[in-house]
């Protein structure tokens, strides 16, 4: 069964920075390319980041360009965000998914960041 | 950017009434359209791909049709489960993967 957990999620003040992990279980990690999408309150999903199998390319939504990146370890697999220079518009639940054809198949069940002083 | 816009915003009907959720895109996406179905306090779920095909475990009752710019998810007789908001996305020109703003479908 596939199962991704994401973890890390949490309160931070603007300008903070926080690091999301989703461990990924039930399927061989390093074939597939994984994702990071928002859903931000009240404003349906918004996509964030993606990362090939080996880590080499990496893609990211113009709105979180230059402040999060996105990586990932084959040998715990782990896909991680590093989340720096946090606005309250960062504010939402961020799901790791796994992608099948240009699409997300699985997803996780999320982890919760709230950005507020 | 592809932007996809979805109607109606919110859908009330029935058990065993059909719905019919609609989902446009700014610009031809020829058939890489899909849909997802978002339960209350649950992740998406991928219903259907490529305009047309049924993910893992989706009923018959789920289909799509339409190609270029105007897609419709009907649901041909509702169950109570189907109460959930479901999103369109492209996968035809990204970056950005782009998502519709999503239906809420109501079952009363």
């Known amino acids: 069964e596939v199962q991704l957990v994401e973890s890390g999620g949490g309160l931070v003040q603007p300008g903070g920075s926080l690091r999301l992990s989703c461990t990924a279980s039930g399927f061989t990690f390093t074939n597939y390319w994984m994702h990071w999408v928002r859903e931000a309150p009240g404003k349906g999903l918004v996509w964030v980041s993606r990362i090939n199998t080996d880590g080499s390319s990496t893609s990211y939504a113009d709105s979180v360009k230059g402040r999060f990146t996105i990586s990932r370890d084959n040998a715990k697999n782990t896909l991680s965000l590093q989340m720096n220079s946090l606005r309250v518009e960062d504010t939402g639940v961020y799901y790791c998914?796994?992608?099948?054809?240009?699409?997300?198949?699985?997803w996780g069940q999320g982890t919760l960041v709230t950005v507020s002083s | 950017e592809i932007v996809l816009t979805q109607s109606p915003a919110t859908l009330s009907l029935s058990p065993g009434e059909r719905a019919t959720l609609s989902c446009r895109a700014s610009?031809?996406?020829?058939?890489?359209v899909a849909w997802y179905q978002q339960r209350p306090g649950q992740a998406p779920r991928l219903l259907i791909y490529d305009a047309s095909i049924r993910a893992t475990g989706i009923p018959a009752r789920f289909s799509v049709s339409g190609s270029g710019t105007d897609f419709t998810l009907t649901i041909s007789s509702l169950e109570p489960e189907d109460s959930a908001i479901y999103y369109c996305q492209q996968r035809n020109n990204w970056p950005p993967y782009t998502f519709g703003q999503g239906t809420k479908l109501e079952i009363k």
């Open positions: 610009q031809s996406v020829s058939d890489y």
């Open positions: 998914a796994r992608e099948f054809f240009d699409i997300q198949d699985y």
